[in-house]
C-alpha cells in the first residue's frame, strides 16, 4: 500500500542532480525511479538540473516540478566529465528552490549545482542528505583526477559535514565516508534498485526481432556492454576482447574513428525505454568498470543476462554477492578467454543467468529503496 508523507500537508522535496533524463546514466535513472516513486507516495517532488537538449523553464514532467538550467556541459564532450557550468543568474535562483523546499536530496558532491545548492541549504536552513552515487572516478587524465582530489578534499567535505544524512550506495563508498567525516553515525548505505516489470527475461521471438531492429546478429552468441565509451567504465579493455566466437554490442556511445572490427556492433546512445529489449536480447553482460558499480549490474541480472565482473574492489556490493555473476581480471587480460569458456556452455549460461534473476528479484527492488529513503527523510524533516 502506499504510504503517505508525515505532515498535514506533502512535504516538499526538492532533489538536485546535474543532469536528468535525456540524458542517459545510472545517476540518471536513480533519479527519475526516487522521484517518481515518491510521487506515487504523495510527496510534492520536484527536481533542479540543467535543461540538456531540452528548452530551459520550470514545467510539469510526468507529475513532477522540474526546473531546468541552460548549463554548458562542454568538459563531457572535450574529456569524458559531465559538469555543467551555469550562468551566475542561474544559480541565484536556485536560492528560491531551496527555500520553497521541506528537505533537499543532492546527487552527489562533485558537481557545481551540489555545491551551491548546499550553500542556499545552509543560508535558508533548509536540511537537506546527500546521495554519493560513486566514490573516486579513475579517469586517465591526470588533471582531471586532481581536480577531483581537490575537490573531494575541499568543497565536497563542506557539502557533507553539514548534511543530515549521507546516502551511498554501497559499502565500499561508505567506508571510505566513515573514515572522512566527523560523525560517521549519519552515513546509511542505500542500496539501488531495479524495476524488474520492465527488466525480465523475453521470448526467442521477442529477442530476434530485437536484435534484427539494431542490425545485430542474430545467429551468435552475443556479449553486452552498456556505457559510454569513457576509460571509468572499461571501453578499451571490452574492445580488446573480440572473439571468434561471439560479437559484443556496445550502448551508450558512437562507433570510434578506426575500430572497424565487424564483430563489435555500437547502436549509440539510445532511449531508456529501449533498453530492456535490448538487455534481453543478449546472452551475457559485461561490467568492466573501475571505482564504481553501475546500476547496469542490478538492471542484467534482473534480465536473467549471467554476468563478468571486473575484479574491482568498487564492485563488491550486495548485489554481486550472490549467484549470477564472475568476477574475472579484466586489467589482467582475461576476459576473452571467460566470454569464450561461457558461450561455450549455454545451459551453464543460462543457468547462471536465472539464479541471479531470482536472486535479485527477491532482494533488489525500488518499493525496498523508497521505503528505506522515506525512513531517512521522516528523521531529517
Same mark, same amino acid.
Given at each position: 500500500? #502506499?504510504?503517505?508523507?508525515?505532515?498535514?500537508?506533502?512535504?516538499? +522535496?526538492?532533489?538536485?542532480?546535474?543532469?536528468?533524463?535525456?540524458?542517459?546514466?545510472?545517476?540518471?535513472?536513480?533519479?527519475?525511479?526516487?522521484?517518481?516513486?515518491?510521487?506515487?507516495?504523495?510527496?510534492?517532488?520536484?527536481?533542479?538540473?540543467? #535543461?540538456?537538449? !531540452?528548452?530551459?523553464?520550470?514545467?510539469?514532467?510526468?507529475?513532477?516540478?522540474?526546473?531546468?538550467?541552460?548549463?554548458?556541459?562542454?568538459?563531457?564532450?572535450?574529456?569524458? +566529465?559531465?559538469?555543467?557550468?551555469?550562468?551566475?543568474?542561474?544559480?541565484?535562483?536556485?536560492?528560491?528552490? +531551496?527555500?520553497?523546499?521541506?528537505?533537499?536530496?543532492?546527487?552527489?558532491?562533485?558537481?557545481?549545482?551540489?555545491?551551491?545548492?548546499?550553500?542556499?541549504?545552509?543560508?535558508?536552513?533548509?536540511?537537506?542528505?546527500?546521495?554519493?552515487?560513486?566514490?573516486?572516478?579513475?579517469?586517465?587524465? #591526470?588533471?582531471?583526477?586532481?581536480?577531483?582530489?581537490? +575537490? !573531494?578534499?575541499?568543497? #565536497?567535505?563542506?557539502?557533507? /559535514?553539514?548534511?543530515? /544524512?549521507?546516502?551511498?550506495i554501497d559499502e565500499n563508498i561508505a567506508a571510505g565516508l566513515r573514515a572522512t567525516v566527523r560523525d560517521p553515525s549519519r552515513v546509511e548505505v542505500l542500496g539501488n534498485g531495479v524495476d524488474g516489470t520492465r527488466f525480465r527475461p523475453s521470448s526467442e521471438e521477442e529477442r530476434v526481432r530485437t536484435r534484427r531492429e539494431h542490425g545485430l546478429p542474430v545467429d551468435r552468441p552475443l556479449a553486452l556492454f552498456v556505457g559510454r565509451n569513457v576509460p571509468k567504465k572499461g571501453f578499451a579493455v571490452v574492445a580488446r576482447a573480440a572473439g571468434d566466437d561471439y560479437d559484443i554490442v556496445f550502448v551508450g556511445g558512437p562507433r570510434p574513428a578506426g575500430l572497424d572490427d565487424p564483430r563489435l556492433h555500437f547502436t549509440g546512445p539510445l532511449p531508456p525505454a529501449d533498453m530492456p529489449a535490448v538487455y534481453a536480447c543478449a546472452d551475457v553482460m559485461i561490467i568492466a568498470s573501475v571505482g564504481e558499480c553501475p546500476l547496469t549490474v542490478l538492471e542484467a541480472m534482473s534480465t536473467a543476462l549471467p554476468v563478468l565482473l571486473n575484479d574491482d574492489p568498487a564492485l563488491r556490493s550486495p548485489w554481486t554477492a550472490g549467484p549470477g555473476v564472475r568476477f574475472v581480471d579484466m586489467a589482467g587480460g582475461q576476459l576473452p578467454e571467460a566470454l569464450r569458456k561461457l558461450v561455450a556452455d549455454p545451459e551453464a549460461m543460462r543457468e547462471m543467468g536465472a539464479e541471479g534473476h531470482e536472486y535479485v528479484r527477491a532482494r533488489f527492488s525500488w518499493q525496498a529503496h523508497l521505503d528505506q529513503l522515506e525512513s531517512v527523510y521522516r528523521s531529517v524533516v
Open positions: 500500500m #502506499a504510504t503517505s508523507a508525515p505532515h498535514s500537508r506533502p512535504t516538499q +522535496v526538492l532533489h538536485v542532480s546535474n543532469q536528468i533524463s535525456p540524458h542517459t546514466g545510472g545517476l540518471e535513472t536513480v533519479v527519475a525511479a526516487q522521484t517518481h516513486g515518491l510521487r506515487d507516495r504523495g510527496w510534492q517532488v520536484s527536481v533542479l538540473s540543467s #535543461a540538456d537538449t !531540452l528548452q530551459p523553464g520550470v514545467r510539469d514532467e510526468d507529475g513532477v516540478r522540474t526546473v531546468r538550467m541552460r548549463g554548458w556541459n562542454g568538459l563531457e564532450e572535450r574529456f569524458g +566529465v559531465p559538469f555543467n557550468v551555469f550562468s551566475p543568474r542561474a544559480l541565484l535562483a536556485m536560492r528560491g528552490e +531551496v527555500r520553497r523546499a521541506d528537505i533537499v536530496h543532492i546527487h552527489d558532491v562533485i558537481y557545481l549545482i551540489s555545491w551551491v545548492a548546499a550553500l542556499w541549504c545552509r543560508l535558508e536552513r533548509t536540511p537537506y542528505v546527500v546521495h554519493r552515487h560513486v566514490g573516486v572516478v579513475h579517469h586517465p587524465i #591526470a588533471l582531471v583526477r586532481l581536480a577531483q582530489w581537490l +575537490v !573531494l578534499g575541499s568543497i #565536497a567535505r563542506g557539502v557533507l /559535514a553539514h548534511a543530515e /544524512a549521507i546516502l551511498p
